[in-house]
């Protein structure tokens, strides 16, 4: 596992990136030794951010971010978020009797106890709409006016899908086709 940490408005001193280091190294034997693990700190004005995003080889991405005053609490609480996302997931792939050639290996540890939730996906409404062209600028007016936190549209300039929805610090985000 490669973890790569990069600080935002904060300067990482050793202690920061041997903690980050130390509690995502638990989950190296979960991961593929080449996953890549993005870890991304920031400061805002009274809490303290940590992003932490794993690229593995195959399989979905794994995402998780948790802002606190201290920011080696927040460092616990990703943990624990990816922790159980990787549990979620290895149990999906264990149901679907999987290759084992996946990048979450599937070893037996107390630190990965089963859930007794039940783990399947259930879409319980399709929507279908004509999307026409717009600018991401028209896009966030119509989001806003139906109140919804996305609003998937046609680019005019691109003419692919495209997405933009409202971000936690207030602004706007649009998610675009490579």
């Not at 400061?43 to 991405?61: D, H, L, N, Y």
């Not at 290996?105 to 709409?129: A, H, M, P, S, Y």
Request: proline share 3%; net charge negative; aromatic share 6%.
């Amino acid at each position: 596992m490669k973890i790569i940490i990069s600080g935002k408005k904060l300067e990482l001193t050793d202690g920061i990136k041997t903690a980050i280091e130390d509690k995502l190294g638990k989950l190296d034997r979960y991961l593929h030794p080449e996953t890549e693990v993005k870890v991304t700190v920031s400061a805002r004005k009274s809490a303290q951010k940590i992003e932490v995003t794993i690229i593995p080889i195959s399989g979905p991405i794994i995402r998780a971010e948790d802002s606190e005053e201290n920011l080696y609490a927040a460092i616990d609480v990703v943990y624990d978020k990816l922790k159980k996302q990787i549990r979620r997931y290895k149990n999906r792939l264990q149901d679907r009797h999987q290759s084992k050639d996946e990048s979450i290996r599937f070893q037996t540890d107390e630190g990965f106890e089963e859930d007794e939730e039940n783990l399947d996906i259930v879409i319980e409404r399709r929507k279908k709409f004509d999307m026409k062209p717009m600018s991401p600028e028209e896009a966030v007016l119509q989001m806003e006016l139906i109140e919804h936190g996305f609003y998937m549209f046609r680019n005019i300039d691109s003419d692919e899908i495209s997405i933009v929805y409202k971000r936690e610090d207030g602004g706007y985000g649009l998610i675009e086709h490579e």
